[in-house]
């Protein structure tokens, strides 16, 4: 995703170079394109096959969605998430592939829910802090509620039991696993907290990556 939404900037002219940015710039670089109603991509540029393939991705999925209906396709897995820009990459790549509709700061729908997975034992104590950022960043809450297709909407958070274990072992692995269900449950009940019992809420759902050979 990274080495996407780099190749865009550069081909746009936008940034020259995206991956040297440290994070607080990413951020900033991709909200400004998520609140921005125009494409990135260049008509006529050849990009490389990377690039192609991993849009090509998100086209295969916008035509899933046309053509069964918004059910068939609800999540958009991040393997080893490690910040927040890590969650907006996809945002903008949905954007550009006419999966996200409307800007950030003005109606966003997204089709797709951006599901993190928190593979090392440093990613998931920051877990938390990652999703209390991008929760608390313009447009994010409203997005998430708009998209929603039932009474409330969802976030899927996906735990991972084989890297973690083989980063801390099996104790440590199960510990951090431990703290951060509960930081996430508790983070997600002060979210909901400050909305009133008639608006809708974010249920928030764990999926526990129990892969591999543990």
Same mark, same amino acid.
């Given at each position: 995703?990274?080495? $996407?939404?780099?190749?865009?900037?550069?081909?746009?002219?936008?940034?020259?170079?995206?991956?040297?940015?440290?994070?607080?710039?990413?951020?900033?670089?991709?909200?400004?394109?998520?609140?921005?109603?125009?494409?990135?991509?260049?008509?006529?540029?050849?990009?490389?096959?990377?690039?192609?393939?991993?849009?090509?991705?998100?086209?295969? +999925?916008?035509?899933?969605?046309?053509? /069964?209906?918004?059910?068939? #396709?609800?999540?958009?897995? #991040?393997?080893?998430?490690?910040?927040?820009?890590?969650?907006?990459?996809?945002?903008?790549?949905?954007?550009?592939?006419?999966?996200?509709?409307?800007?950030?700061?003005?109606?966003?729908?997204?089709?797709?829910? $951006?599901?993190?997975? /928190?593979?090392?034992?440093?990613?998931?104590?920051?877990?938390?802090? #990652?999703?209390?950022?991008?929760?608390?960043?313009?447009?994010?809450?409203?997005?998430?509620?708009?998209?929603?297709?039932?009474?409330? +909407?969802?976030?899927? =958070?996906?735990?991972?039991?084989?890297?973690?274990?083989?980063?801390?072992? /099996? /104790?440590?692995?199960?510990?951090?696993?431990?703290? +951060?269900?509960?930081?996430?449950?508790?983070?997600?009940?002060? #979210?909901?907290?400050?909305?009133?019992?008639?608006?809708?809420? =974010?249920?928030?759902?764990?999926?526990?990556?129990?892969?591999?050979? $543990?």
């Amino acid at each position: 995703h990274e080495a $996407v939404v780099a190749e865009l900037l550069r081909v746009a002219r936008i940034e020259a170079d995206y991956s040297a940015l440290p994070e607080g710039e990413r951020r900033e670089r991709l909200l400004a394109l998520l609140n921005d109603a125009r494409p990135l991509r260049v008509i006529g540029h050849d990009y490389s096959e990377l690039a192609r393939g991993e849009l090509a991705v998100f086209e295969a +999925a916008r035509e899933a969605l046309a053509a /069964f209906g918004r059910h068939v #396709i609800r999540h958009y897995i #991040i393997s080893h998430t490690e910040d927040v820009s890590d969650l907006l990459e996809v945002l903008v790549l949905q954007k550009e592939a006419g999966l996200m509709r409307g800007t950030l700061d003005d109606d966003a729908h997204a089709d797709l829910i $951006v599901v993190p997975l /928190f593979e090392t034992i440093e990613d998931l104590r920051q877990a938390e802090p #990652i999703m209390r950022a991008y929760y608390a960043l313009p447009g994010v809450l409203p997005m998430v509620l708009r998209s929603r297709l039932e009474k409330h +909407a969802e976030q899927d =958070i996906m735990l991972g039991y084989s890297d973690s274990n083989k980063d801390g072992g /099996f /104790f440590t692995s199960n510990w951090e696993l431990y703290c +951060a269900e509960v930081a996430l449950v508790e983070l997600f009940d002060r #979210i909901n907290s400050r909305r009133s019992k008639h608006e809708p809420r =974010i249920v928030m759902r764990l999926f526990h990556g129990r892969g591999g050979t $543990v």
